[in-house]
């Protein structure tokens, strides 16, 4: 018998160890009985509690076997009601759309993790080109803002990667096909008495489909965990990232006609290095609690050399375009305290927690000089960030009745800093020093063995947008409350099926003022609300079908934007149709295959509505030779019929501006697992 799907929701009498352990015979398609450890801690978050909302969690299985990604953001595909905003510029960070908001990953719009290191930077923008996809044993993707363990940028939801934390085994990937990609991953796990180890190595090289798109990346990782006794264990763990590319830009409608390999010119591109540290010491006070004590630290520097599109109006040695120095400095630190028990004759689980962030950045700004490549003009932005973070987080999961589970939870995020500015103006701000409190609420109903349902209630904030947290201290954050109602269940064994309705309202929102569009205030108003239903099933334990589809509806009830108002306007990047469609076929042995289907349907790419972007049909194909349990051959097409389409589409300067996706490409992979 198979694992059971996990694609479709939290469900805590399937999910692997709350430790993060995995195990060894996991990498193959056989069935490993598991229990769930209910001892939970901040890292590894409280996952139980997450089953009274329409979090998913995406397994090993889905993760590492799931395709070609461009970057990782793209296995959110397999979550419903997700969209990706592929930027195809190399190292950048890629966009994805969850719950209505369209900036998640690249903005402020959703908090993005890696084993309990929060990668979001001060305005949000979060690169998880770090991230192995092999080396990953979860994905935990929370919609909205329903968790108290997630405080800023959450108000969209949560990526929470996990990486495998224990095992005993070697996996070799590599991967080569079009546009000269080269993809070669090994991820090493051993048990050696007290001493768990897991590295993680990665060299990836691809020249890109359009033009100026060469991308070089190195990824590595090490995990060391000692355990001292039964009750006490730490561990060690380093991250190193380093990558440098060139990117196309953005192309003009008539060039995407006519030619979309074409890149904008020879300028675009970046690099970037990451280096990262982290400490966790866990000690066991009885049977049913746990203390956790964990710190991090991070450093990268990136650079960033962007420009348009060059218009005929242009000459040699005007500036245009610009270079962009980001050197980030970030440490975190904190304590976690869990409880797995009974309370008052029921079964309880209770986590409480205290978070210390340090963030300091150092931005700066060139323009730069049409005609020179990436010859720097005058310097136009020169300051210093620097965000303290304080955060007070509890949640309580408790069985009141033997149907009828709560769930309360409760967090207070308290935020200091200053701006050191010297270009363009020169002078210092403190923060506004917002302290906001996030109640949450869940219930989770037992209808009958095989089915439950879910209902919650959560609050969630969102800071005033870049430098305005320290310019505009009369700026209170924006208020994003959700309400979710949804069931869940098995129609048969071996089957999966959830349907969920939500409402996410946003109040206090920044918008310009009528008579001053300079003149920010707190009085801008949006509703985004939507559907989403998910199957997953097996027959005869080889063959896997899953499908979803999702609704989604978004408006403006009070906003102004360029001195218009867009009362009663859909939010851009929005689409209000996305379905998926896969059936795999996946013997123990010989020869398998998969097709996927996924529809997006069209959106606005501006507030004003008078823009749209084309809806698109794609397909991608995978055969498959499993030689045996540990090694396996498997050729994937993507965009199987060779659709022209584009994930992202923009406006610049009101000219619509694409990025396309690629045209059909095939990819050999070669795995062994051992």
Known sequence: MRNRPLTTAVVVATLLPATGMLPATAWSNESTPVQLQEMVVRGDSQRGSLDASSATVLDHHQIADGGVYITPIDILKQSPGITVLQYNQGGLATAFQMRGFREASHGPD??????????NETDGYADTNIVIPDEIERIEVIKGPVSALYGNYASAGVVHFHTIKQGDFTRLRYRTGSFNTADAVAVVARQDGRLDHVYALQNFHSDGYQDNSDW??????????????????????????????????????????????????????????????????????????????????????????????????????????NERV??????????????????????????????????????????????????????????????????????????????????????????????????????????????????????????TPDWSAFTNYGR???????????????????????????????????????????????????????????????????????????????????????????????????????????????????????ANLSTAYEPMKGLGGRVGLRYQSDYYVDPANTVEADGFITANAQLSWRFDQNYRLMLDVENLFDKKYAEYVGLDGGVKVYAPAQERAAYLTLVADL
């Not at 001292?228 to 995407?256: E, H, K, L, M």
């Not at 020169?382 to 509890?394: A, M, V």
């Not at 098995?490 to 939500?502: G, K």
């Not at 005869?540 to 906003?559: C, G, K, P």
């Open 110 to 119: 959703a908090a993005i993790y890696l084993d309990g290191v929060p990668l």
């Open 216 to 321: 070089e990346k190195q990824n590595a990782s090490a995990r060391w965990t000692w355990h001292f006794n039964d009750a006490f264990d730490a561990t060690v763990g380093v991250r190193s990232y380093y990558s440098s590319w060139d990117s196309p830009g953005y192309i003009p409608q008539d060039v995407y006609d006519s030619n979309p390999r074409a890149a904008v010119s020879d300028v675009n591109g970046g690099r970037q290095e990451r280096r990262e540290l982290r400490l966790d010491l866990r000690y066991q006070l009885s049977e049913s609690s746990k203390v956790l004590f964990y710190a991090w630290t991070y450093d990268q520097e990136f650079t960033r050399y962007f420009q348009s599109w060059l218009r005929p109006t242009l000459t040699p040695g005007q500036n245009f375009g």
């Open 326 to 447: 980001h050197d980030r400095d970030m440490m975190g630190t904190g304590v976690s305290y869990s409880y797995s028990g009974d309370l008052f004759g029921r079964n309880t689980n209770w986590v409480v927690g205290l978070d210390y962030m340090d963030e300091a950045e150092h931005r700066q700004r060139w323009n730069m000089v049409v005609g020179n490549s990436r010859t720097r003009g005058t310097q136009f932005q020169d300051y210093d960030i620097k965000l303290y973070t304080t955060s007070l987080f509890t949640e309580i999961n408790h069985q009141i009745t033997t149907p009828l589970r709560l769930v309360l939870g409760a967090r207070y995020d308290d935020f200091t800093g200053d701006l050191d500015e010297r270009i363009p103006t020169n002078g210092s701000f403190p923060a506004s020093d917002p302290s906001i409190f996030s109640p949450k609420v869940g219930l989770l109903y037992t209808l």
């Open 460 to 578: 969630g904030f969102a800071l005033p947008r870049d430098q305005d947290l320290w310019k505009r201290p009369d700026l209170d954050p924006a208020v994003r409350t959700q309400y979710e109602l949804g069931v869940r269940g098995n129609p048969w064994s071996n089957a999966m099926m959830t349907l969920t309705a939500w409402r996410l309202d946003t109040t206090d929102d920044s918008q310009p003022t009528l008579a001053d569009p300079t003149v920010l205030e707190n009085a801008g108003e949006t509703r985004r609300q939507g559907i989403e239903l998910s199957f997953d099933t097996y027959f005869d334990n080889d063959i896997r079908v899953y499908a979803d589809y999702s609704l989604l509806r978004t408006e403006y009830l009070s906003f102004v934007q360029g001195g218009q108002r867009l009362d009663g306007n859909t939010l851009m990047s929005t689409p209000r149709h996305v």
